[in-house]
């Protein structure tokens, strides 16, 4: 499918487990990013990365890691869930062009700490 | 670090009526601005964005936003509203110095009544 993707959907875990949200482009796109929402706080950006194997703290990285190994993949792997990190969680991805540029959001991962 | 304020966090109006959600970012450094909505159970999808040019930018679905640089606002604007134009509506503002990473605002929760 065209376009960004984010697996699962929906995913119930239990505190200290590890939990990794996919997230899939057919863009090429070389920016990805991962934001959690919040009710109240809105987007915060969790962490991003300008290419393949280049990644850089956003907001709130805190309890999170990512790679990127290819430019069409980002994982976020949560090492350790804590009942703190219950969100919804979006991916997106952008790319310049002639000097324009805008993000595009994945479905989201609604993920819940027990 | 830019800051985004969207001074309203939830709008109740009735159908055909006009609507103004308010924006503000802190910076009045060279910024790139969007709004995005987010319909229930959905990812972001871009509303419009101003990145130059006139300071009046046009959504297809009827809503308009204006740059005001003084006043550091993005205020988004229709003059009448229809049921499906409820949703969520966030501003976000990008920093020309932070590449492509988006601050967003808490949100407006647009509630259009019939």
Not at chain 1, 35 to 41: I, S
Not at chain 2, 71 to 90: C, G, M, N, W
Request: glycine fraction near 8%; proline fraction near 4%; charge should be negative.
């Amino acid at each position: 499918d065209a376009g960004i993707t984010q697996s699962p959907r929906y995913k119930i875990t239990e505190t200290g487990r590890q939990v990794t949200l996919m997230c899939h482009q057919t863009w090429s796109h070389s920016y990805m990013f991962w934001y959690r929402q919040d009710l109240g706080h809105g987007l915060r950006l969790i962490y991003y990365s300008a290419a393949a194997d280049i990644t850089d703290k956003g907001e709130v990285p805190d309890g999170y890691v990512v790679s990127r190994s290819k430019t069409e993949n980002f994982p976020l792997t949560l090492e350790s869930a804590t009942r703190s990190q219950t969100s919804v969680y979006f991916c997106a991805s952008s790319e310049w062009v002639a000097g324009e540029t805008e993000q595009f959001f994945g479905p989201g991962t609604r993920l819940t700490v027990l | 670090a830019q800051s985004v304020t969207q001074l309203d966090s939830q709008v109740p109006v009735f159908e055909e009526a006009p609507v103004e959600l308010r924006c503000n970012y802190s910076s009045s450094v060279s910024v790139y601005l969007f709004w995005y909505v987010q319909y229930p159970n959905q990812g972001l999808q871009l509303l419009l964005k101003y990145l130059s040019g006139s300071t009046l930018v046009e959504s297809i679905n009827g809503f308009e936003a204006e740059f005001n640089k003084s006043q550091t606002s993005f205020h988004l604007r229709k003059p009448s509203v229809h049921i499906s134009d409820t949703a969520e509506y966030f501003c976000a503002v990008s920093d020309l110095s932070a590449g492509n990473m988006l601050t967003f605002g808490g949100g407006t929760r647009l509630m259009v009544k019939p």
